[in-house]
């Protein structure tokens, strides 16, 4: 879980947080690079083919690895062929190829992330989905720290200390990126299969189409009822604050002058360190005190950390602010992250896990992205102290929709365990 987790991170920034310093340094507008950040609404629609991940067959491939392994070696070779294409283009020259080749890896990395759900959901039994979840975004985070530090430190090298933007050091640092991909490829290629969830054969294509859109969404409603509306409403707004303040994060490094070297210096040796620690204390915390309680802790110091941002604004070019602004914001992202993603996995059915997962992690993305997409209009009209301060007001109602779902007592049904399991109680699982 440690090498596909980071499989599963490396992409991200590449398309998204990293790609914004990239095309910021090379002059594009903050509010196009604000409009770019909508080619990561690709991960907020993966529900749409999750079915297809979940159900259909690849020709060789599923023979040889299985039905997880399979779609998971197809989607990293497509990574890794789409950051190729991205490394190849120059966005001062033209920059809708580099826009479409970024599109191509943020529908083949969501597609990584459907198949790689399920495996982990299938791989353990629930009360043991916290601890596998701290273990994959710990290597979720690493990758993220690798494309975001990582390749601002191999620009940098390439650079050799010239000032301005240059090509070819990016060209350099994002094959470098697309080469990494190998990790995730070798430990697709040598990690077992899960066993096989039973499927019932369909008798015709209306029946498949049946059980394989409709069936995995009708059942999250039949087992939760009611509650389904809380739960849906916390997932679609609880990463709000971060997501948004995410986008202008790197463009706001490069407006306050900071180099590659320092903020890849930052993020790679204190963020590292945070990092890690926010994951394993999440996981440890939801073992012991139970996810809605860290969750509730995460959506505090989400936005607390924002507020750290605003302060920073105003207090120009100094690299010790920058380390604990960063330090504090990597703490509080992995506590909540760690929390967060055991609760999603909490939530699923084992017989759909791929496309429920699927459904609650597309959800968590799909506001927040087209939020963050306005994110350089907001800046160029406020600024980023007003900014900043507005992403940490964006969090009040997360506070709100996890108290309401902890009163609620919305606990992990029978449905949702493995033949043989034990029902963990909610004081232990979700309380």
């Known amino acids: ?132 979840a701290a273990t994959y975004q710990t290597g979720y985070r ?28 990016w060209r350099m640092a994002y094959l470098v990126m697309a080469a990494s991909m190998v990790v995730g490829v070798i430990t697709v290629l040598c990690a077992p299969e899960p066993k096989a969830q039973p499927v019932a054969p369909a008798r015709g294509a209306g029946e498949w189409l049946r059980g394989a859109l409709l069936e995995p969404f ?42 590659k070297d320092e903020v890849a210096a930052v993020t790679k040796i204190y963020g590292v360190v945070m990092t890690l620690v926010g994951a394993f204390v999440g996981g440890a915390l939801a073992l012991r005190l139970g996810v809605m309680r860290v969750l509730m802790l995460g959506a505090v110091l989400s936005a607390l950390t924002n507020l750290l941002f605003a302060w920073l604004a105003g207090s120009g070019h100094s690299v010790p602010a920058l380390i604990a602004v960063v330090s504090a914001d990597n703490l509080a992202s992995g506590i909540a992250s760690a929390a967060f993603v055991g609760y999603l996995s909490s939530l699923t059915n084992i017989s759909y896990s791929a496309t429920q997962y699927a459904l609650f992690s597309s959800l968590m993305l799909l506001l927040p992205k087209f939020v963050a997409g ?17 992403t940490a007001v964006l969090g009040l109602p997360v506070l709100l929709l996890v108290a309401l779902a902890a009163r609620a007592h919305i606990s992990v049904p029978q449905a949702a365990l493995r033949p043989g399991e034990a029902v963990v109680g909610r004081e232990s699982t979700l309380s």
């Open 374 to 390: 306005f994110s350089g209009d907001y800046v160029n009209a406020f600024g980023y102290p007003v900014f900043f301060i507005s």
């Open 142 to 169: 690493l990758a993220m720290i690798w494309a975001g530090a990582g390749v601002l430190w191999l620009a940098a090298r390439a650079q050799a200390g010239a000032p301005g933007y240059d090509n070819p050091a």
């Open 218 to 259: 009708a059942d999250f409603l039949r087992r939760y009822r009611w509650h389904a509306a809380l739960i849906l409403g916390l997932i679609a707004v609880y990463r709000i604050s971060d997501v948004v303040m995410g986008i202008m994060a790197n463009p706001f490094y490069v407006d306050m002058g900071y180099t």
């Open 1 to 132: 879980m440690l090498s596909l987790g980071f499989a599963a991170g490396l992409p991200l920034l590449l398309v998204l947080g990293t790609l914004s310093f990239r095309l910021r340094e090379a002059g594009v507008d903050r509010s196009t690079i604000g409009h770019l950040s909508w080619v990561g609404l690709a991960y907020g629609f993966k529900w749409a083919w999750a079915p297809l991940v979940d159900r259909v067959p690849l020709p060789g491939l599923t023979r040889w690895l299985g039905r997880r392994r399979a779609w998971l070696l197809l989607s990293q070779l497509a990574v890794a062929a789409g950051l190729v294409g991205m490394a190849l283009t120059d966005p001062r020259v033209a920059l809708a190829p580099l826009v479409w080749c970024a599109l191509a890896v943020a529908l083949a990395s969501a597609t990584q992330d459907i198949a790689l759900d399920a495996y982990r959901i299938e791989s353990a039994p629930t009360e043991a989905q916290p601890a596998l």
